[in-house]
C-alpha cells in the first residue's frame, strides 16, 4: 500500500476506480479497510476513490502530541496536494465526518461535494455516545481479548439484524483482527471528537451537502442529523429507519447512490 508524503508525515492509502476523485474518511477506531466491500465497489465504478488511515493507524505517521478533528482535516487537504487533487468530492462517516466538516470549512474550494455520514457538529441538540454504550466499548477493548473487543465493536455499529448476519460479521471481523488500532489512538480519536464544535460555522457551507444518518444508530444519535441539516442550507437530509451507525454495510447499494446523487449536484446545470 503506498504513502503519501505529507510534509509533516505519511499517510497511507489506496486508490481504485475512475471518474471524479472521492475522499473517502473513516471514522474513530476504523481503518480504510473498515469501508465495506461491496460500498466501495458501487463507488469505484462512478469515481476515483481514495481511502486512507488517519495518523496512528496502520502504516500512516504516528499521531500528533494533540490530536484534533481540524488536524485531521490539514492531513486530509495535504493528501489530496500529495496526489496533485485540487479538489475532490469528500464523503466523511462519524469522526470522518466531523474532519470533513472541519476540511469543507477551511478549504471549500477543494470541496465539490460533502457526505456526512452518522455524525456529529457539536453545539445545542448535539450529543454523542451514551454511557452505557461506552461502558460496553471500554470492556471490550479492555479485556485484553481482541475477537471480543471486535465482536463489541460490531454488535454496537450495526442494527441487530446485520449482527446476527453471519457472513457480515465474518467480514468484520476479518478486518479488525488483521488491522488492529491502538487503544491509545482511539482515546485520542475519542477526545477529539469530545472536542469538536464546528456547530456555529456550519450555515458558511455552500457545496452540495448530503447529510444520513440510521435511527438505530447507538454510536451517535439519529437526532444529530437534524441539527446539521438544520444548520446547513440547502443540505439533503436522508433518515434511514432500522439501520445502524455503519450505514453503508447495511445499505451499500442505497448509500452508494446517495453519495452519487449529491456529488452529481455539483456538476448540475443551475
Not at 60 to 69: F, W
Not at 139 to 155: H, L
Not at 245 to 260: D, K, M
Request: proline share 5%; net charge negative.
Amino acid at each position: 500500500m503506498p504513502l503519501a508524503d505529507i510534509g509533516a508525515g505519511q499517510i497511507s492509502y489506496e486508490r481504485g476506480g475512475s471518474g471524479p476523485p472521492l475522499l473517502l474518511v473513516m471514522g474513530m477506531s476504523g481503518t480504510f479497510s473498515h469501508w465495506e466491500s461491496h460500498f466501495l465497489e458501487r463507488l469505484q465504478a462512478s469515481f476515483d476513490t481514495i481511502v486512507f488511515d488517519h495518523r496512528g493507524v496502520g502504516l500512516s505517521s504516528p499521531m500528533p502530541e494533540q490530536l484534533t478533528t481540524a488536524g485531521m482535516a490539514r492531513d486530509a487537504a495535504a493528501l489530496l496536494s500529495a496526489l496533485e487533487l485540487d479538489s475532490a468530492h469528500v464523503l466523511g462517516i462519524s469522526m470522518g465526518g466531523m474532519v470533513a466538516q472541519e476540511l469543507a470549512l477551511a478549504e471549500p474550494g477543494r470541496v465539490r461535494s460533502l457526505a456526512l455520514g452518522c455524525t456529529y457538529c457539536g453545539g445545542p441538540g448535539s450529543s454523542l455516545t451514551g454511557q452505557e454504550v461506552l461502558q460496553r466499548l471500554a470492556a471490550g477493548m479492555s479485556s485484553g481479548d481482541r475477537a471480543k473487543a471486535v465482536q463489541t465493536a460490531w454488535e454496537v455499529n450495526v442494527s441487530a439484524g446485520l449482527a446476527a448476519d453471519e457472513d457480515a460479521t465474518a467480514a468484520f471481523h476479518a478486518i479488525g483482527m488483521r488491522r488492529a488500532v491502538p487503544v491509545p489512538v482511539i482515546l485520542a480519536q475519542m477526545r477529539a471528537c469530545a472536542a469538536h464544535d464546528t456547530s456555529d460555522r456550519m450555515a458558511e457551507l455552500r457545496m452540495p451537502t448530503l447529510v444520513v444518518h440510521g435511527t438505530a444508530d447507538e454510536i451517535i444519535p439519529v437526532a444529530n442529523a437534524e441539527v446539521i441539516h438544520r444548520h446547513i442550507p440547502g443540505s439533503r437530509l436522508e433518515i434511514l429507519e432500522g439501520i445502524g451507525h455503519l450505514f453503508f454495510w447495511e445499505l451499500p447499494q442505497h448509500s452508494a447512490e446517495l453519495v452519487r446523487e449529491n456529488a452529481a449536484l455539483a456538476t448540475a446545470p443551475a
